[in-house]
């Protein structure tokens, strides 16, 4: 018997229950994104979009921050945490505690003290990349999730000593093993990055950036269907973004070879 | 190749002494099975050969060269892990060529070394395969070849086999020996499986409790084994402790027929051992001979073959077990709670001196 023909009719029922849940608001928010009043239904708030300069500018800047996050996760987050496990595995608990931090702090508090504390050179403070800074600790817990997956999966200590006793040195191992192993975990870490750099509001908000996520709020006050719209335009690169995670992943788990 | 020499090694970790003044001198071309129950610190000091440990004190000689100070990838020592240690991302033929690679060989000679051990190791057919297309024993065979493609000085093992199941252990094993002879690499294989150790070891280095208690050909760790942990740890057989009397050991109240014990002092504690392939039982009838016992039998293994009979000493305030293997053919006439007694050969028993059986 199979899994499906197990799940019975209350199952179904809770299926379709949680399916409609998520369904029904993701619909209606993209019937109301067509609608131009009355009974009237076209593309007029898309085209609406479309024509606005300020879109692309804040969807250009928020592509920026997402990268400029992404690249400080791979070069901080990532040596840090494969040194961790060759040479400090004790300082896990840390790891874990500064990866959780996030989702205790709320981001109004974050930003207060983001605003008191970092004083910095002007390339940074007073430009858009100081966000790069706050989206870095955001996106730590599932940056971190993900590549520490990726590491024990693969028994980085020995593999390591295999490519030592074959005569690689530390860089050789990292650039030549370690990072090929982890390409999947890292992918997948930067496109959960790239969605929550793009659904962030409050520190871009509060710090007068003008993100992707800002620029939906602004036009919501006064263009609602445009905003219906953008909105729909979000969900569907959030899922772009997951589906690439998945895709990754599975293609981690399909042989290599075949390809 | 090389002779590897092992040289007041000690090594503690966190006031625990985990190696204790070890002396090991390997032959160039030799294959050696360090041979311990878990924890006694045969890992350990093949670490520290590999260079992956320090030691606290103590040198390792390799080729005549001073390596205790030298880092693992300086060493020119191929190892082979328990856990199947090949690189995810890469095939069986470019794991095999990685050290070539490293080491800056041109790429048509890395690929020309890396596909002749892929040969020697019967896997050519499988060089495009990626490590998680391979079963463990392919694996470990790719990982042997690796090993060896760096021409190394020594090859370590440590516990390549465990992660097998025992039809390809056993191939593998004599797959290891045949390449080993090949190559004439000084080898050195850890293991806790003694069979595994005495089927393809030169020698044997028995180790426990972070010492080394007796290094010899397997024949002789078997035959005339120089220390009770060694006696009792290799195959199976029984140990008592009791004192020296001419050709005899006293236990209690009973003489047991060892020539061997006349060569230490009357009256002096001794252990004897005796190997149950060298017992023979004989349903008993009348008198018992003169260093010979009486028991009853307790229980039968059958092991194919042969049936092992474990037969309680009768008379002994300890209880004393003494096993014999028999041709089970003949065993069916020794059932638990028949009354037999057992004699062997005098020249059979290992007489040994000290009385206590418990290290």
């Given amino acids: 018997m199979s899994d499906t023909d197990r799940l019975g009719a209350g199952g179904w029922a809770i299926l379709i229950l949680t399916g409609l849940f998520f369904a029904v608001p993701l619909v209606m928010t993209a019937a109301f994104s067509f609608w131009e009043g009355g009974s009237r239904y076209g593309l007029e708030a898309y085209h609406v979009l479309l024509a606005s300069p300020k879109l692309f500018e804040a969807m250009a800047l928020s592509i920026e921050l997402a990268l400029a996050t992404v690249a400080a996760l791979v070069l901080l987050l990532v040596p840090a945490m494969i040194f961790m496990n060759l040479h400090a595995p004790k300082l896990r608990p840390v790891f874990e505690f500064i990866a959780t931090l996030p989702f205790v702090v709320p981001a109004i508090a974050l930003v207060a003290g983001l605003s008191a504390l970092i004083t910095g050179p002007d390339w940074l403070i007073g430009t858009p990349f100081y966000l790069v800074i706050p989206y870095f600790f955001l996106a730590l817990p599932y940056a971190y999730r993900s590549i520490d997956v990726g590491i024990r999966s693969i028994d980085l200590p020995t593999l390591t000593e295999a490519a030592q006793s074959l005569g690689a040195g530390m860089g050789q191992t990292i650039l030549w093993i370690v990072l090929p192993s982890l390409r999947s975990a890292m992918v997948g870490s930067a496109l959960l990055t790239l969605a929550v750099v793009f659904g962030e509001f409050t520190f871009a908000n509060v710090l007068l950036f003008h993100t992707y996520a800002v620029f939906i709020n602004e036009i919501g006050q006064h263009q609602v269907t445009a905003a219906a719209a953008l909105s729909v335009a979000s969900f569907l690169l959030t899922w772009g973004a997951m589906l690439g995670v998945l895709v990754v992943g599975r293609g981690r788990a399909t042989p290599i070879g075949a390809r | ?359």
């Fill in chain 2, 1 to 359: 190749m090389a002779t590897v020499d092992v040289e007041g090694v000690r090594k503690s970790y966190a006031g625990r002494e985990v190696l204790s003044e070890m002396d090991l001198r390997m032959a160039d071309g030799e294959l050696i099975c360090l041979l311990g129950p878990s924890g006694c610190g045969k890992t350990t000091l093949l670490r520290i050969i590999a260079g992956f440990v320090r030691p606290d004190a103590g040198r390792v000689v390799v080729g005549g060269a001073d390596v205790t100070r030298l880092s693992a990838s300086a060493r020119r020592v191929g190892m082979v892990f328990q856990s199947y240690s090949l690189f995810p991302n890469m095939t069986a033929l470019d794991n095999v060529r990685f050290g070539p690679r490293v080491a800056g060989l041109g790429k048509p000679e890395q690929i020309q070394r890396a596909r002749e051990l892929l040969d020697l190791v019967g896997l050519s057919a499988h060089e495009a395969k990626y490590p998680h297309q391979l079963s463990g024993g392919q694996q470990q065979r790719v990982a042997l070849a690796r090993a060896l493609a760096v021409r190394p000085q020594v090859l370590l093992l440590d516990e390549p086999l465990s992660a097998l199941d025992a039809k390809v252990r056993a191939q593998l094993r004599e797959e290891i020996r045949r390449i080993q002879r090949d190559t004439g690499v000084t080898t050195v294989l850890v293991t806790h499986d003694q069979e595994e150790a005495l089927s393809i070891a030169d020698r044997v280095a028995v180790m426990n409790g972070g010492r080394l208690l007796q290094v010899a050909s397997p024949a002789t760790i078997y035959r005339a084994p120089s220390h009770g942990f060694v006696a009792r740890f290799i195959g199976s057989g029984a140990v008592f402790s009791g004192v020296a009397e001419g050709g005899q050991v006293r236990v209690e109240h009973l003489s047991l027929a060892a020539r061997a014990a006349a060569e230490h002092a009357h009256g002096t504690p001794v252990q004897i051992f005796i190997r149950p392939e060298k017992v023979r039982l004989q349903a008993m009838g009348g008198a018992v001979p003169d260093g010979a016992v009486s028991g009853e039998v307790c229980e039968t293994i059958f092991l194919g073959a042969l049936t092992r009979v474990r037969l309680s000493v009768h008379g002994t305030q300890t209880p004393l077990n003494i096993w014999a293997d028999l041709a089970s053919e003949h065993a069916e006439a020794f059932q638990p709670g028949s009354h037999v007694v057992a004699q062997w050969d005098p020249d059979a028993p290992r007489v040994m001196a000290g009385g206590d059986t418990a290290d």
